[in-house]
């Protein structure tokens, strides 16, 4: 099991649509923000300045899935309840679990790959160290 990592957001005018409803992209943005915010609260340094993997560039996105149960306005504050889900060598699995106070507003699962620029400046996935692992742990 790992950490959970409580990351907050006040939402404001511009991230509502013309309804007052907070577009559904925002969430998308706020919870890559989650992401890495959540190494960083448990006590990496960000991605690139990763010392111990040297051509870190972070731990790009491959893929999102997110269920919404109720709608946020502007004036209002979530928090979003990040944990790694699972480690799959490679890539990892983060969840989200957005909350407004005591209610659920949505969850989503993100899909990442830990990634280094090789010598010849391309982009490769790598197995997840067990320095991060514990960190998260």
Partial sequence: MSKTIVYGIDVQFGDCDPAGIVFFP?????MDAASHHYFVACGLPPWR??????????????EIHTRFHTAVTYGERI?????IE???????????????????ICEGRETRALCVRDDGGR?????????IRSACA
Wanted: net charge positive; glycine share 8%; hydrophobic share 40%.
């Fill in 26 to 30: 925002n969430y998308s943005r706020w």
């Fill in 49 to 62: 300045a990763m010392t111990e993997l040297p051509g870190c560039i972070g731990a790009p996105l491959l």
């Fill in 79 to 83: 928090n979003f309840h990040t944990r």
């Fill in 86 to 104: 699972e480690w799959r060598g490679k890539v990892f699995v983060q969840h989200h679990r957005v909350t407004r106070g005591d209610e659920l």
């Fill in 123 to 131: 982009l490769k996935a790598i197995p997840v160290p067990e320095f």
